[in-house]
């Protein structure tokens, strides 16, 4: 993800309490998961299929099973155990589409301005990308109907 369109870092909570978190941009999907204390990378059992995801701890049910809200490149998605940070890229299948959340039904009350705020982020990436000796790190949208970044013609 580029630096100059950094995105806001969205919760998914379930009675009270961080489920994990997550963020997009113009093709990928992030998802952080805070694992339980002394879990490691070896302990972890993930399963990446082009619409679902299913992770959990090795030879117990899965935390997680549940689909994507839209579909992934399986093979040029993974997951890494860093920082003791569970965090799982997924690459989107349409680039530039705008997934109100990472997964099926996990849709926040809020999700309708967060995600006219990340179309605007992925539209400035799409500008970026399609006319890169320009700088549109400080572009900003006005108005309230962001065009959907996949569709939109200039």
């Not at 806001?8 to 990928?28: C, P």
């Not at 349409?94 to 926040?108: C, F, S, V």
């Not at 992925?122 to 109907?145: C, K, P, V, Y």
Request: aromatic residues 12%; contains cysteine.
């Amino acid at each position: 993800m580029s630096e100059k369109f950094k995105h806001n870092r969205r919760k998914f909570e379930y009675q009270g309490r961080t489920i994990y978190e997550w963020d997009q941009s113009i093709e990928e999907i992030n998802i952080y998961i805070q694992p339980p204390p002394g879990l490691t990378s070896k302990m972890v059992a993930c399963e990446i299929t082009p619409t679902q995801l299913i992770l959990g701890i090795k030879g117990n049910p899965p935390f997680i099973n549940e689909p994507f809200f839209s579909t992934i490149k399986q093979k040029d998605s993974f997951w890494t155990f860093e920082d003791g940070i569970i965090h799982v890229t997924l690459q989107k299948m349409n680039k530039a589409e705008t997934w109100m959340a990472a997964l099926k039904g996990h849709l926040n009350q809020n999700e309708n301005l967060l995600n006219e705020e990340d179309k605007k982020k992925i539209m400035l990436e799409r500008f970026q990308e399609e006319h890169a000796g320009f700088d549109f790190s400080g572009a900003e949208f006005t108005g309230n109907n962001v065009p959907d970044p996949r569709k939109c013609i200039y």
